[in-house]
């Protein structure tokens, strides 16, 4: 049996230490894989509260418009009355009242609007229009045809203003009376001054009796 000399290269007679051997994969390189992914994982959570702290909340939905109420009427009869005097008379064979717009819709119109006495009348008939009840003034529009004594006057709308009592209509209007006719635009109806202006006018006609010419 052979011993062998331990001594031979290691004259102080230490006990050599034992030399490292290879890393296990279960070392020390998964602890910082999972360090890696803690910190990621931050990171992701602060861009995300970021993000929503950067992102504007979305916009509130509109609320929809208010519904109309609406009451039918099978016909409508009017009189204005101011300071004791009646200002105008309405009829109308249909109407509608809206009454969160303080409007009534009317059909088949007829309208007397009295001036300074009860014998100075403009008589008128449209096929719709409107009445504002809370400041009183009445628009009426299609087939527009008023009379004022042996004149009548022809239209597209027509409106009552009541603060200056007058009629106006911005379109254009044709004036018939027994010899004349006269064609132009924006005519003005003063009914407390009892007087007719016509500001653009465009064309007059004179209907002469045969044997004149």
Request: proline letters at 8%.
């Amino acid at each position: 049996m052979q011993f062998c000399d331990r001594t031979e290269n290691n004259p102080e007679g230490r006990i050599p230490s034992p030399r490292p051997g290879p890393r296990r994969a279960g070392g020390v390189w998964p602890t910082r894989a999972w360090q890696f992914l803690v910190l990621l994982g931050l990171v992701g959570l602060a861009a995300a509260g970021l993000w929503w702290y950067l992102t504007p909340p979305p916009p509130l939905p509109h609320p929809g418009p208010a519904p109309v109420e609406k009451a039918k009427m099978e016909s409508l009869s009017l009189t204005e009355i101011e300071q004791g005097g009646k200002r105008w008379k309405l009829h109308a064979t249909k109407a509608e009242y809206l009454s969160n717009r303080d409007e009534i819709r009317i059909r088949d119109i007829y309208l007397e609007f009295y001036g300074s006495s009860d014998e100075e009348v403009v008589y008128l008939w449209a096929d719709e229009g409107l009445v504002n009840t809370k400041n009183r003034d009445v628009a009426v529009r299609g087939a527009v045809k008023l009379t004022r004594g042996d004149t009548t006057i022809l239209t597209g709308q027509a409106r009552y203003l009541p603060q200056e009592r007058v009629l106006v209509a911005p379109e254009e209007v044709v004036l018939e009376g027994p010899r004349i006719q006269v064609s132009g635009k924006d005519l003005y109806i003063d009914l407390a001054q009892n007087r007719l202006i016509l500001k653009q006018h465009r064309l007059t006609t004179l209907k002469l009796e045969k044997g004149l010419l």
